[in-house]
């Protein structure tokens, strides 16, 4: 007979741990410089992609080499969003999401017809196709992207609060 366990040891770990790295996340920029917190947002930018591999590949068994360009397509469609259209950054993170959304489904039904070696080599040819469309996108920089222009920086939600909280003031470029 089946028994199921609703309060594990590993439940309770997270319930303990999750709260805590939350406050510690938000009491970061009053202790560390930007650079330490650009190396974090990148740390944990690559444990994001690792654990997309994880997924395709342990637990799938796809080993896929083209999920930066889901990643890719969604970075410059908040970027078109923020420029072209001149939303807010933060409000343009879910148009990110549905691009690369759009992008999957169409790809996924060929892709997941193909095989070992073969879905490698589709998912590759895939990430490709989409980096040489990009590369022509100059509005957004081309294939060498671009940075959110400083006007779009300042009215992230948000910010006023952090400037207030820290003390923080814009210094000139």
Do not use: C, H
């Amino acid at each position: 007979m089946y028994r199921l366990t609703t309060r594990t040891r590993a439940g309770t770990v997270t319930a303990i741990t999750v709260p805590i790295v939350i406050v510690a996340a938000l009491a970061l920029p009053a202790v560390a410089s930007r650079g330490v917190i650009q190396d974090l947002f990148f740390i944990l930018t690559m444990l994001t992609l690792a654990q997309i591999w994880n997924l395709l590949a342990g637990y799938g068994g796809l080993v896929s080499v083209g999920q930066q360009a889901f990643v890719g397509i969604g970075a410059y469609a908040m970027f078109a969003g923020v420029i072209l259209l001149g939303w807010n950054p933060v409000l343009a993170i879910p148009l990110g999401g549905l691009a690369a959304l759009v992008l999957a489904v169409p790809t996924a039904f060929f892709a997941f017809r193909l095989q070992g070696a073969y879905f490698a080599i589709g998912t590759w040819v895939i990430a490709e196709v989409t980096r040489l469309l990009v590369a022509q996108w100059k509005a957004l920089g081309g294939g060498t992207g671009t940075s959110l222009p400083r006007e779009a920086t300042s009215s992230i939600l948000g910010t006023d609060a952090i400037r207030a909280l820290f003390g923080v003031r814009e210094a000139a470029a």
